[in-house]
């Protein structure tokens, strides 16, 4: 099923994000994650590239097991920086070929070392050019990224917003957030979002941090900020691994409650593979699910 339908019959949505494993390791290993969330019946599992691209075919083996072996919708990661024009259609034409019809379409990362010059004629320079592209040409469900605090290249949050209109003009269904802490800075975005007519369901997307390392090199590679009450939890627990993990999850929880309480269209779970960790924080919101679906109904 597209995405873009769901919205009309269900809101909020609850979603997953799974990432293949590295190129050393068997494919087999990120089946058992699917497995074991699959009881829990997300509306869409998303599945990332690796970076630079290295598991784009892997990317489109998952999401196809996904959609055919347990009937759920597979959200396919699609990034244009790395691949030439042909490698794209090829792409598109094997999700196609495997039944897959969502994609979350991205530029993507510069590989290490590269600059602006990397982007040739046979490339989209841009994930709008991708997204276009896709849109005059297949009936694809399109997906693409926001930025509650800017992307980390883009000079100010303004201009980053300027930046996600032309996207969502060019042909997205629907927007999921990069991981945020404070439920407050996403409302602000959101309001910012409306105002430019940016009229497309926001997931917002939410990630359980369970340890220190994991907040570092969060921060390095997406420049999001930690408010003052997660920053206390950190310093509190930081050397108590089992006593951080608890606090980590508990926050994520709060996060996802205040947002559903808020109305948020929807909510993405960045699972790390770690079903464990996923299944705690959706079965702690089992009876708000309830009553939000009860008042859907009514």
């Not at 019959?9 to 190129?23: G, M, R, T, V």
Request: net charge negative.
């Amino acid at each position: 099923m597209l995405i873009r339908d769901k919205f009309k019959n269900k809101n909020p949505l609850i979603s997953f994000e799974i990432f293949p494993p590295k190129k050393d390791y068997p494919v087999d290993t990120i089946y058992g994650t699917v497995d074991a969330l699959n009881d829990l019946r997300p509306d869409f599992i998303s599945v990332t590239y690796g970076a630079g691209g290295s598991t784009k075919d892997t990317t489109v083996d998952i999401a196809s097991f996904i959609k055919n072996k347990y009937d759920l919708s597979a959200l396919a990661h699609l990034t244009c920086l790395t691949s030439t024009k042909d490698e794209v259609e090829e792409t598109l034409n094997s999700l196609k070929g495997k039944g897959v019809r969502n994609i979350l379409a991205l530029r993507g990362d510069y590989p290490e070392g590269a600059g602006a010059d990397y982007i040739g004629p046979n490339h989209y320079k841009y994930a709008k050019d991708l997204i276009a592209h896709i849109k005059e040409n297949d009936d694809f469900c399109i997906g693409a990224a926001c930025y509650p605090e800017k992307h980390l290249e883009c000079q100010s949050l303004d201009k980053d917003l300027l930046h996600l209109k032309e996207k969502v003009d060019a042909g997205v269904d629907f927007l999921i957030t990069q991981l945020f802490f404070d439920n407050e800075t996403f409302y602000s975005f959101k309001e910012k979002a409306d105002k430019l007519g940016i009229n497309v369901p926001i997931i917002a997307g939410i990630l359980p941090v369970l340890n220190k390392n994991q907040v570092e090199k969060i921060i390095s590679l997406t420049g999001c900020t930690l408010p003052k009450k997660f920053l206390r939890v950190l310093e509190k627990y930081e050397h108590k691994p089992e006593a951080l993990r608890e606090a980590g999850i508990a926050y994520a929880i709060a996060q996802i409650i205040d947002l559903l309480s808020w109305g948020v269209d929807g909510i993405h779970v960045y699972t790390m593979n770690r079903p464990k960790t996923t299944r705690r924080i959706i079965e702690s919101i089992t009876n708000i699910r309830g009553v939000l679906a009860n008042e859907e109904a009514s």
